[in-house]
């Protein structure tokens, strides 16, 4: 009965666990990757992945898929550095851009809801579409000399209390999210959705309002993530977001979010953030090509999901 306990345990807290002996064995093996500054430098790097896997989480414990996040992080970015360099007062635009990525996310979860097309295929379409749309957009040229405003400077670059203002957006997200989904009506809808979609329907929940409520969530949050790129580089490159929802759908994985929808916690999708990271700024600091990343992560995303199949089953 006490393995039995341990077990659970460690398969509840598994990524966490995983977390720490990653840190522990880097640690060992680089001393450069243990310093203050590079913590919160990779944090920082990884509040973007962060934002986005925050709102993907929300759509897959609906038991979907958001394909489309890096195009519409490319798309609402350029819109933003666009109408900044035409004068467009920066509050305004980046309110402005992420209406924008909230719009485009309800368009996938009208084609989802009203077209009835499986998640995956709405989000591949709305992924090529608005990708194209933002390459004729800037005609396939970056977007630059933004001009300097503080506003624009410290959402991306500025810091508070020593700490990047990224990571402060990241963990107060975090904590909204994390409330929402164990707090509130609208995340036991959520959760009730994933689990089985017609026995929520049958219990009185709109399943066609949690639906377009998480994509909404994910087109926002994948904007917001864009703003902060902007920030960063000063400027919005057509390429940009490019494979950015692989990393984010890695870290829900990671997490230990069941890809059926219906089980997880965005605690978990923090640690898998914070993993995913992790793996990359210790390969970066090894020195470790980036080709061999790529199939580092794939490695990471085959285990996590093996790993949620085995839970699948023991239930």
């Known amino acids: 009965m006490q393995t039995s306990k341990i077990k659970g345990r460690i398969s509840e807290y598994g990524a966490q666990i995983a977390l720490v002996f990653l840190l522990i064995i880097v640690s060992i093996i680089s001393p450069e990757f243990r310093t203050i500054h590079n913590f919160l430098s990779m944090l920082q790097q990884s509040a973007v992945n962060g934002l986005i896997a925050f709102g993907m989480t929300f759509v897959i414990l609906t038991g979907g898929i958001d394909l489309s996040v890096g195009s519409i992080l490319c798309l609402t970015s350029l819109f933003c550095a666009g109408m900044i360099r035409s004068s467009v007062p920066v509050p305004l635009a980046m309110l402005i851009s992420l209406t924008a990525g909230l719009v485009f996310g309800l368009l996938n979860g009208l084609m989802v809801v009203k077209g009835k097309l499986q998640p995956f295929i709405a989000t591949l379409v709305s992924m090529t579409a608005f990708r194209g749309i933002a390459l004729i957009y800037c005609n396939g040229r970056p977007i630059s000399q933004l001009g300097d405003n503080k506003l624009l400077y410290a959402i991306g670059k500025g810091t508070f209390l020593g700490i990047p203002v990224p990571v ?62 902007v920030s960063r580089l000063s400027s919005a490159q057509p390429t940009m977001g490019t494979g950015y929802e ?70």
Do not use: C, E, P
């Open 168 to 229: 402060w957006i990241l963990v107060v997200l975090f904590i909204v999210f994390l409330f929402t989904l164990q707090k509130t009506v609208l995340g036991r809808k959520i959760y009730a959705t994933g689990s089985n979609a017609k026995a929520a329907g049958l219990a009185g929940i709109k399943i066609s309002n949690v639906k377009y409520f998480v994509y909404g969530l994910s087109g926002a949050a994948a904007a917001l993530a864009g703003l902060i790129l």
């Open 246 to 315: 692989l990393d984010a759908i890695a870290a829900v994985a990671v997490g230990g979010t069941s890809m059926n929808g219906g089980r997880g916690k965005i605690a978990g999708t923090l640690t898998g953030v914070i993993i995913i990271a992790a793996l990359n700024n210790s390969m970066n600091i090894i020195g470790i090509s980036s080709y061999y990343q790529q199939v580092v992560k794939a490695l990471v995303i085959l285990l996590a999901v093996l790993s949620d199949r085995k839970k699948q089953n023991n239930i």
